[in-house]
């Protein structure tokens, strides 16, 4: 059956800034290729983890355009007052069945590198389609820059969270997949984000409550349960109990989802968290959390975020007694933990860990959920400073590459990579060099991933996972 196009679907002819419309007209006669390239230029983190463009080559490169898409972008380009190149949208229909000539190389997904490097490459595999490179730039660095950003302050946070494990805990590596739990799904702004997002925090830990990312990941990264969460409680089904018989609350918790091995969160901070963590979770209902065979999460949710965990786990330790383990640090019995899933950032994370560290406490005693912090809040483009830019081009009858660049006087942190770009791996790290620098026998490790309508490089998650720890 043939597709046709709804209005309300994607469209790659519509996903594009306007001026991109008219842009076929700009190049100089004579062009054929243009090659652009994607960066971080630098920004917020010195280290960054690619991640994300194979949902974008599998959800939106795989489907052909087709006449009645053409025939509807005509419409609406021309209402909007923007050229709209349809002879060149039917070349592509017509010789190429509605795929896109294009080729795109780049780095394994999950690979760690520095900032200033060029991780994606593009290029047009047809001269009569030179535009089609730079018309992809609006939504392919969407593509990449929003979960590479993501990915990247999931994995920053990974790192504080090892530090403090490896410092005060046994058995660190056990404990670090499900220290930072993705909280953020309401806090974005679609559920394309929260699916996107979640997914690329995913890379890193294996606890989240964004429910769509464990679809996208089921769909472009192979991985049928990426994380996992528990049963938890929210302010509305402690509250509608009443402020007098919260304690009633607590205990339906532990009756309703207590048991051997079983993990419950219950927020606690609804009026008085002291009170509930002193007499509440340790007096009246001990008993019961120490007999269920499972662990109480105790969720504080207000208050100073680096001062009221910390009490918490202090008033834990004196109502269920701890552990001194083989590193001199204190650890609660398994029956009890804390989350603390509010005002949570990288650096109040580490003001928590060294906060306990300082008091004898082990980190292994609390977790992280993290939200708009994670997913949206300081997570745009200009967080690592990302761009796409052309870097050559190649003229009818000439068989060299030309230099493209950019080097504005009045902002050289904007200058762009001249020519088209190879990354190779040095004693010293990952480096770009002009992939005409380079011998055969040198890896370019910029792989081709996708060409003409086809998926070349498949990654599982857990392969993105692997990479992401080697660094």
């Given at each position: 059956?043939?597709?046709?196009?709804?209005p309300?679907?994607?469209?790659?002819l519509?996903?594009?800034?306007?001026?991109k419309?008219?842009?076929?007209l700009?190049?100089?006669?004579?062009?054929?290729?243009?090659?652009?390239?994607i960066e971080?230029r630098?920004?917020?983190?010195?280290?960054?983890?690619m991640?994300?463009?194979?949902?974008?080559?599998?959800?939106?490169?795989?489907?052909?355009?087709?006449?009645?898409e053409?025939?509807?972008?005509?419409?609406?380009?021309?209402?909007?007052?923007?050229?709209?190149?349809?002879?060149?949208?039917?070349y592509?229909?017509?010789?190429?069945?509605?795929?896109?000539?294009?080729?795109?190389?780049?780095?394994?997904?999950?690979?760690?590198?520095?900032?200033?490097?060029?991780?994606?490459?593009?290029?047009?595999?047809?001269?009569?389609?030179?535009w089609l490179t730079s018309?992809?730039?609006t939504?392919?660095?969407?593509?990449?820059?929003?979960?590479?950003?993501?990915?990247?302050?999931?994995?920053?946070?990974?790192q504080?969270?090892?530090?403090?494990?490896?410092?005060?805990?046994?058995?660190?590596?056990?404990?670090?997949?499900?220290?930072?739990?993705d909280?953020?799904?309401?806090?974005?702004?679609?559920?394309?984000?929260?699916?996107?997002?979640?997914?690329?925090?995913?890379?890193n830990?294996?606890?989240?409550?964004?429910?769509?990312?464990?679809g996208?990941?089921?769909?472009?990264?192979?991985?049928?349960?990426?994380?996992?969460?528990?049963?938890?409680?929210?302010?509305?089904?402690?509250?509608?109990?009443?402020?007098?018989?919260e304690?009633?609350?607590?205990?339906?918790?532990?009756?309703?989802?207590?048991?051997?091995?079983?993990?419950?969160?219950?927020?606690?901070?609804?009026?008085?968290?002291?009170?509930?963590?002193?007499?509440?979770?340790?007096?009246?209902?001990?008993?019961?959390?120490?007999?269920?065979?499972?662990?109480?999460?105790v969720?504080?949710?207000?208050?100073?975020p680096?001062?009221?965990?910390?009490?918490?786990?202090?008033?834990?330790?004196?109502?269920?007694?701890?552990?001194?383990?083989?590193?001199?640090y204190n650890?609660?019995p398994?029956?009890?933990?804390?989350?603390?899933?509010?005002?949570?950032?990288?650096?109040?994370?580490?003001?928590i860990?060294?906060a306990?560290?300082?008091?004898?406490?082990?980190?292994?005693?609390?977790?992280?959920?993290?939200?708009?912090?994670?997913?949206?809040?300081?997570v745009?483009?200009?967080?690592?400073?990302?761009?796409?830019?052309a870097?050559?081009?190649?003229?009818?009858?000439?068989p060299?590459?030309?230099?493209?660049?950019?080097?504005?006087?009045?902002?050289?942190?904007?200058?762009?990579?001249?020519?088209?770009?190879?990354?190779?791996?040095?004693?010293?790290?990952?480096?770009?060099?002009?992939?005409?620098?380079?011998?055969?026998?040198?890896?370019?490790?910029?792989?081709?991933?996708?060409?003409?309508?086809?998926?070349l490089?498949d990654?599982?998650?857990?392969?993105?996972?692997?990479?992401?720890?080697?660094?």
């Amino acid at each position: 059956m043939t597709y046709k196009f709804n209005p309300s679907d994607h469209s790659i002819l519509l996903d594009v800034d306007s001026y991109k419309g008219s842009h076929f007209l700009q190049y100089p006669p004579g062009t054929e290729y243009v090659s652009s390239y994607i960066e971080s230029r630098g920004g917020k983190f010195e280290n960054h983890v690619m991640f994300g463009l194979q949902v974008y080559l599998k959800r939106y490169l795989s489907r052909p355009i087709t006449q009645d898409e053409i025939d509807y972008a005509a419409e609406l380009w021309a209402a909007h007052g923007v050229p709209f190149n349809r002879a060149g949208w039917e070349y592509i229909l017509k010789e190429h069945d509605g795929f896109l000539p294009l080729q795109i190389k780049a780095v394994k997904e999950g690979t760690v590198l520095s900032v200033k490097n060029a991780i994606v490459q593009i290029i047009n595999t047809d001269p009569k389609v030179p535009w089609l490179t730079s018309f992809l730039e609006t939504a392919l660095l969407r593509a990449v820059w929003y979960p590479s950003t993501v990915a990247t302050l999931s994995w920053t946070v990974k790192q504080i969270i090892r530090g403090y494990l490896n410092e005060t805990c046994e058995n660190p590596e056990a404990e670090l997949p499900f220290k930072l739990h993705d909280f953020g799904a309401r806090g974005v702004s679609s559920a394309e984000s929260a699916a996107l997002g979640g997914l690329a925090h995913m890379v890193n830990f294996m606890g989240s409550d964004t429910v769509g990312a464990i679809g996208y990941a089921r769909a472009y990264y192979d991985e049928a349960m990426p994380a996992f969460s528990i049963p938890a409680a929210e302010h509305s089904t402690i509250t509608s109990w009443g402020k007098d018989r919260e304690i009633d609350a607590f205990a339906n918790m532990i009756e309703q989802f207590g048991g051997k091995d079983k993990l419950v969160a219950v927020v606690s901070d609804s009026y008085d968290i002291y009170k509930a963590t002193r007499d509440y979770w340790g007096v009246h209902l001990k008993e019961r959390v120490e007999a269920m065979g499972g662990t109480l999460v105790v969720r504080p949710d207000s208050g100073d975020p680096r001062i009221v965990p910390v009490e918490v786990v202090e008033i834990l330790g004196e109502a269920f007694g701890f552990e001194t383990n083989a590193k001199g640090y204190n650890v609660l019995p398994s029956c009890v933990r804390v989350i603390q899933g509010d005002g949570v950032n990288p650096d109040s994370i580490r003001d928590i860990l060294q906060a306990l560290k300082d008091k004898g406490w082990s980190a292994e005693n609390i977790a992280f959920g993290m939200g708009g912090a994670l997913l949206q809040k300081g997570v745009d483009r200009d967080t690592m400073k990302w761009a796409m830019k052309a870097n050559a081009t190649k003229r009818a009858g000439d068989p060299v590459w030309h230099d493209v660049f950019k080097d504005p006087i009045t902002d050289k942190g904007k200058i762009s990579k001249r020519g088209i770009q190879a990354l190779i791996k040095t004693e010293s790290g990952f480096e770009n060099v002009r992939r005409d620098s380079i011998p055969d026998t040198v890896q370019d490790l910029l792989e081709t991933v996708w060409e003409n309508g086809k998926l070349l490089r498949d990654q599982s998650l857990a392969d993105v996972r692997a990479l992401s720890e080697i660094f």
